[in-house]
């Protein structure tokens, strides 16, 4: 029942290049929902299990053991958002985007993928990274603004990030349609925002996604804010409504329930994975924090609305899963609270010790092999330098 | 006359052009509540309504289209676009379309669009957000590419762009944003025309072409060289396209040196627009081959290194040293 209610009908790729005759042929998407169900939720906000058997099965395996992992995960990234943040408001990064609100959306998609998928996110997605097993240096030096990316994509799995809002998509897209001629069973999965569904280029990666049948998942993380612009200005629907125009079935999942999300990305990923091409998923969350370090959410977030999602913290809710269980034993606590602990302390020394790197590396990696051209900027460029350092009193120029 | 940073200045602009005119709207996003994310157009939603002032979903390409539309039903938009290098999603619509409908119409269809940019580095930022995309425009037949240095001139070019019936591209220098200086929001035919150069400081021994954030850096330039008995007449291009060259022209013919500087990558760029046109012009009045002192042909580094891309004093005063033949980086250069 799951896998028909997401499947296309086949029929209508084969199809697709002579309209003539389906008029009066049965509806092709007959098959497909006219709008997704209700938003899946596995775990409410009270931490007690909800029933639900289409997508229960598939986090059937994940017991005691996966849950207190996942519950540390979750710490663990908000730990290091929130001492981000502080190393922005000390002056040693120049800007941070906190995910606030949004770990288990991020941890209950990442911990779903094999290292052999490949992420394309956006700026927000480092609870994504440490999945994926960024370095935790790693993941503030591009907001210190010592290096222009924060890691090797090919080393880890994930792209670098994409600030240009929508155009990862499209690049998850081709990536995937690269492992069907590669004959790999690898997914391509596209981390984005509400905002980001407006741009064209999203749009379009559905349109190629659905044409080539390429294994990507769009895993949007509706998180209700584009900036100060609520999701409304961006949708008149939900969003989740808008891929089976594309010929991509979508689901929309509780964003701050981590069984709920892990579920979601498995379904979407195995559909991927036997052939069945893309899958839209809309993560509803909520951005606790500011946009940026350098937003001030006061001059447009709605107070009462706030209040309410803190209500549905997705940390809290498996606290109290845990908690119902017996689970939640001081030990636990204690391993938690000490993993990120030090965590967050790596991070923070990380970032201490990056320095400025060498001036003329201004002039590397433009070309994959030097032009005479730049070099010729280069050198002068040296000579300059030295001037200064030769004169009397000269500093670094 | 009242004392304004230079982003507020454009607001009172903005303001000024909304009441003047009831075809002007703005769209742009997060410019209405928020007031955009330099605060430019602070109070004009709650002021003038959320139809005049409209926060647009999150689309350049989009925004750009639409205002095309806007324009054939005559209405007169004013786009702005959050940071330069988010404009790129729009580069179609506003070259393909904007710039070219005027002519493809034979002049029935006008396109009177102002798009605001605010560019260039000098904050650090992350990537993106500190470009200089101006020579990608000037490159463009039938835009007018603007661009303005002091909250005077931000104040009055911004209502001249928006009552232009070209479109115009409105470069906003975002690491000067927070300059003051004394506004008067008098506009009459005294006022200098929007495609007019000015000359801010009067020399006679270099021409120094400028404008946008450089500006400043050049007057500065002034006067550290003048200490050394150097004499710079610095330019404010404000308009990149068309340039006003009888005003550099007039200059370099009586100095006989060109220094032109600008953040923006060197190659294709604006300074090597100006170097060509005016060592046509001019030949026979140089004293010496034009210098250009610009951003590297890299792309826009990470904040740590921006201050050794961005032209500075320092280097302006080289290249002054240079076209004056005095000691400097390049002497005995055997490159
Ligand atoms: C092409 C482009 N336009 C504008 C921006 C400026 N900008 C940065 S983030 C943002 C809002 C994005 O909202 P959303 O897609 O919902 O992601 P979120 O920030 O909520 O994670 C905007 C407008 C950009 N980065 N790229
Ligand atoms: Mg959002």
């Known amino acids: 029942m799951l896998r028909s209610e997401l499947s296309p009908n086949p029929v209508h790729h084969r199809t697709t290049d002579s309209r003539a005759g389906t008029d009066d042929d049965v509806d092709p998407w007959q098959d497909l929902p006219a709008r997704p169900r209700a938003t899946v939720q596995l775990l409410s906000p009270d931490g007690t299990r909800r029933s639900d058997p289409e997508y229960e099965p598939w986090v059937q395996d994940v017991g005691t053991d996966q849950i207190s992992a996942l519950y540390q995960d979750m710490v663990v990234v908000r730990r290091l958002d929130i001492e981000a943040t502080a190393l922005q408001r000390q002056g040693q990064l120049g800007l941070w985007p906190p995910l606030l609100g949004q770990e288990a959306s991020q941890v209950g998609s990442a911990r779903a993928l094999r290292a052999d998928d490949f992420v394309f996110s956006s700026y927000r997605e480092n609870a994504v990274a440490y999945c994926r097993g960024v370095g935790l240096t790693d993941l503030v030096r591009v907001w210190k603004g010592t290096s222009a990316s924060g890691w090797d994509p090919y080393a880890v799995g994930m792209a670098t990030p994409s600030i240009i809002i929508g155009a990862q998509t499209l690049h998850a897209t081709g990536y995937a349609m690269g492992c069907v001629k590669d004959g790999v069973d690898s997914v391509a999965v596209a981390y984005f925002g509400d905002g980001a569904t407006s741009q064209g280029d999203v749009n379009e990666a559905m349109v190629f996604a659905a044409s080539f049948r390429a294994p990507v998942v769009f895993f949007c993380q509706n998180n209700q804010w584009a900036i100060s612009e609520p999701v409304s200005l961006q949708a008149v629907r939900p969003i989740a409504d808008r891929a089976p125009g594309f010929g991509i079935p979508s689901i929309r999942v509780d964003g701050n329930d981590v069984l709920a999300v892990l579920a979601a990305t498995r379904v979407a990923l195995d559909r991927a994975r036997r052939g069945d091409g893309a899958t839209f998923i809309e993560a509803v969350t909520y951005r606790m924090g500011p946009h940026t370090t350098s937003d001030d959410p006061t001059r447009y977030v709605d107070k009462a609305e706030h209040e309410s999602w803190a209500g549905r913290d997705p940390i809290l809710r498996v606290e109290r899963l845990l908690e119902l269980g017996g689970h939640l034993t001081p030990e636990l606590t204690r391993a938690v609270t000490a993993t990120a602990d030090a965590a967050a302390r790596e991070m923070r020394d990380g970032c201490h010790g990056l320095e400025p790197p060498e001036p003329l590396s201004v002039f590397d990696h433009v070309y994959t092999s030097p032009t005479s051209w730049l070099e010729r900027q280069r050198r002068q460029y040296e000579a300059y330098l030295a001037m200064y350092q030769d004169a009397p009193g000269g500093g670094e120029g | ?335």
């Open chain 2, 1 to 335: 006359m009242a004392v304004q940073t230079l982003a507020a200045a454009i607001g009172t602009g903005l303001r000024r052009a909304l009441q003047d005119d009831p075809r002007v709207v703005l769209l742009g996003e997060d410019i209405g509540r928020l007031g955009g994310v330099f605060r430019v157009t602070d109070g004009l939603q709650r002021d003038f309504g959320a139809d005049r002032v409209m926060d647009t979903p999150l689309a350049e390409a989009g925004i750009m289209g639409t205002a095309v539309g806007l324009a054939y039903r005559g209405y007169r938009p004013v786009v702005e676009i959050q940071f330069d290098g988010f404009i790129y999603p729009a580069f179609d619509q506003i070259v393909a379309q904007v710039a070219k409908l005027h002519y493809r119409t034979g002049g029935a269809v006008r396109m009177p669009i102002t798009v605001r940019v605010p560019y260039g580095g000098g904050i650090g930022a992350v990537e993106h957000h500190s470009e200089s995309p101006e020579a990608y425009f000037t490159h463009t037949a039938g835009l007018r590419v603007v661009t303005c240095s002091s909250p005077q001139d931000a104040h009055t070019m911004i209502r001249q762009a928006v009552a232009c019936d070209d479109p115009v591209l409105f470069f906003e220098p975002k690491r000067r944003y927070w300059v003051k200086g004394d506004v008067d929001e008098v506009i009459d035919e005294t006022t200098m025309a929007m495609d007019r150069a000015r000359v801010v400081v009067e020399g006679d021994d270099v021409t120094v072409v400028t404008y946008g954030p450089l500006v400043a850096t050049a007057r500065d330039a002034a006067l550290a060289a003048s200490d050394d008995g150097i004499s710079l007449e610095v330019i404010d291009l404000r308009s990149l396209a068309p340039v006003d060259y009888e005003t550099v022209e007039a200059s370099v013919r009586r100095t006989g040196r060109l220094v032109v500087t600008h953040e923006a990558q060197q190659h294709g760029g604006v300074g090597a627009e100006v170097a060509a046109s005016i060592t046509e012009r001019c030949f026979h009045h140089l004293e010496a081959a034009p210098a250009r002192v610009t951003g590297f042909d890299v792309p826009y580094p990470p904040a740590a290194l921006e201050d050794h891309f961005l032209p500075d004093l320092d280097r302006l005063l080289d290249a002054v040293d240079r076209v004056m033949g005095r000691q400097n980086s390049l002497s005995g250069w055997r490159g």
